[in-house]
């Protein structure tokens, strides 16, 4: 295991998008279960909304958090897959500075394993902005899980060695 249980773990500030046209906070399973999660792990829930699958509403929501000093990582879930409704890319394509590709390749290596080649309709991915994580994920509890567990869990926790996106946050604005 990756995690040094003898470092200090530093909690971040996290917060959810759902993006759907159906959903309302009593009925979002996936962001109840990525909200557990983040919980679970020690981290800060610093936001949470639903939002319809719109590009624009979606990119000023982002712009919004991504200038909020008080989140440090947005995580998504929802509108990555291939409808004409499916915006959330496109939304991140609006404000990212830099894509973290390694991300959306390791989701679907890992969600092979849970939907077999259906993995290849999946178009999560993450991009920083103006030193701020954003990861999109697919709305499915299933994906959350993928995501969060096999991915996120360890990379948003500072004790993850060799390396943590934890650990890259004070650099990420260097010019």
């Known amino acids: 295991m990756p995690i040094k249980e003898d470092l200090q773990f530093k909690p971040i500030n996290i917060a959810i998008i759902t993006v759907s046209d ?29 939002e319809k699958d719109d590009a624009d509403v979606l990119a000023n ?14 995580i998504t879930t929802g509108g990555t897959g291939l409808t004409g409704r ?21 989701f679907r290596y890992l969600s092979l394993k849970s939907i077999g080649t259906s993995t290849v309709q999946s ?3 993450a991009v920083l902005s103006r030193g701020t994580y954003i990861f999109a994920l697919p709305g499915s509890n299933g994906a959350v899980k993928d995501g969060w567990d096999g991915i996120l ?3 948003l926790d500072s004790r993850n060695k060799p390396c943590n996106f934890v650990d890259l946050m004070p650099r990420l604005r260097e010019q």
Do not use: M
């Open 153 to 155: 869990a360890e990379q």
């Open 86 to 106: 499916d915006v959330t890319p496109e939304a991140l394509d609006r404000v990212k500075e830099k894509d973290i590709p390694g991300f959306g390749e390791l």
């Open 22 to 50: 159906t959903r309302t906070l009593e009925t979002d399973s996936s962001g109840d279960l990525l909200a557990d999660r983040i919980k679970g792990a020690g981290h800060i829930l610093a936001a949470r909304v639903i």
């Open 123 to 125: 178009r999560a991915c």
């Open 61 to 74: 929501r982002l712009n919004s958090w991504i200038d909020d000093s008080r989140i440090d990582a947005i």
